[in-house]
């Protein structure tokens, strides 16, 4: 898992290991985070951003447009 200080404060959190008060959080929003956690933690998925953010900078893509046209 790639160590982020999101990454590292979840760590920490999830086990128990925090010094903060508790906070109380909508469960939508947990689950938001914890899908969150799910894709930081899958290397293979973090490196396919990765490349697909390289792609896009160095206009390795095609638009929509052009693949409609055919």
């Known amino acids: 898992m790639v160590q982020t ?9 999830l086990q128990g ?5 508790w906070i109380t959080i909508s469960s939508d929003e947990y689950e938001r985070m914890e899908s969150t ?10 490196k ?3 490349e697909s953010r390289e792609d ?3 206009g390795r893509f095609k638009k929509l447009s052009e ?3 055919g």
């Open 5 to 13: 200080p999101f990454n590292k404060a979840m760590s920490e959190l």
């Open 17 to 21: 290991e925090h010094r903060e008060r």
């Open 37 to 46: 956690i799910e894709v930081l933690s899958d290397n293979e998925l973090l």
């Open 48 to 50: 396919q951003i990765y």
């Open 56 to 58: 896009y900078c160095l």
């Open 67 to 69: 693949l409609m046209d």
